[in-house]
């Protein structure tokens, strides 16, 4: 990985833009320098100061990241206020994250609990190990859900499912995470970053354009009725079409070629 200048836990891997999330310190807690050094990130990369195809997101240490640093609610002399300043900055990562128009995602070992539960919901794509745990964990020290879980979870599993597995504070192996959809998919334990950047690294090497209409669709569908989602799909279809990219693609497929898409960026 290639550090951006200024940047302590933000790197290139070639065309994916790696943004470690949690380090061992303290035990993978959800680490906030990491968190504003993301927030930053994303900006850059969506004003076009960074180039990259995709995000991936990363715990630097044994898990994912194991939630929020309790100890630093505790020792807060202001709880409330401690907790709305760092909820506030997760939440300008997690619409960033939202807003971006490549590809996210998550290399979820270990635990992903609290926070981390949120991030790996807030990816396009969540790639985990076989020891692979979820726990949305809020419940267990009387607090409620930050990181967008209320928002992402439900879409993910279902209302009833989301308010059983928050409620109960369930703890998700991978395999279940996988049966209900929150992870993609399950590798080995010790193959799941470099599985994770192998797809985020095919993401950046494929049809960005595509890519980012169809996250716009998707974003969209939760919001629409049938026939203005009908209306959206025909008009990016046909603004596609008209790009490079799928130009490139259409002509690729017709003379039996792989297609360039780097070339028609």
């Known amino acids: 990985m290639t550090t951006l200048d200024g940047f302590s836990h933000v790197g290139l891997d070639g ?6 999330i949690a380090t061992a310190a303290n035990g993978t807690a959800l680490d906030f320098d990491c968190v504003d050094e993301g927030t930053a990130a994303l900006r850059a990369l969506a004003a076009g100061e960074i180039a990259a195809g995709a995000v991936l997101l990363v715990g630097d240490g ?21 907790l709305l300043d760092i909820a506030n900055r997760l939440h300008d990562f997690v619409r960033l994250l939202a807003a971006t128009t490549v590809p996210v995602v998550a290399a979820v ?3 992903a609990a609290g926070a981390g539960m949120s991030l790996a919901c807030a990816a396009d ?17 009387g607090l409620t859900p930050d990181g967008g879980m209320s928002f992402t979870l439900p879409r993910i599993v279902g209302a009833r499912k ?9 703890i998700i192996d991978a395999d279940e995470a996988v049966r209900l959809g929150i992870l993609s998919r399950l590798v080995a334990d010790d193959a799941v970053k470099d599985e994770a950047l192998k797809v985020a690294a095919g993401f ?4 960005t354009s595509s890519y980012a209409g169809i996250k716009a669709l998707l974003a969209r569908s939760g919001g629409s009725t049938l026939s203005d989602q009908l209306d959206a799909e025909a008009a990016s279809i046909s603004a596609a079409a008209a790009g ?5 693609g259409v002509d690729a497929f017709v003379e039996k070629r792989r297609p360039d898409f780097a070339a028609s960026r």
């Open 15 to 20: 065309d994916v833009l790696r943004i470690a």
């Open 62 to 82: 044994a898990n994912f990241c194991a939630g929020g640093n309790v100890r630093d609610f505790a020792g807060a002399p202001d709880r409330a206020a401690f």
């Open 109 to 111: 070992q270990g635990w």
């Open 125 to 141: 794509i969540a790639i985990g190990g076989e020891s692979t745990k979820l726990r949305a964990a809020y419940p267990g020290v």
């Open 162 to 170: 989301a308010a059983e597995l928050i409620l109960s504070d369930t």
């Open 204 to 207: 950046a090497a494929g049809p």
């Open 244 to 248: 490079p990219t799928g130009r490139e």
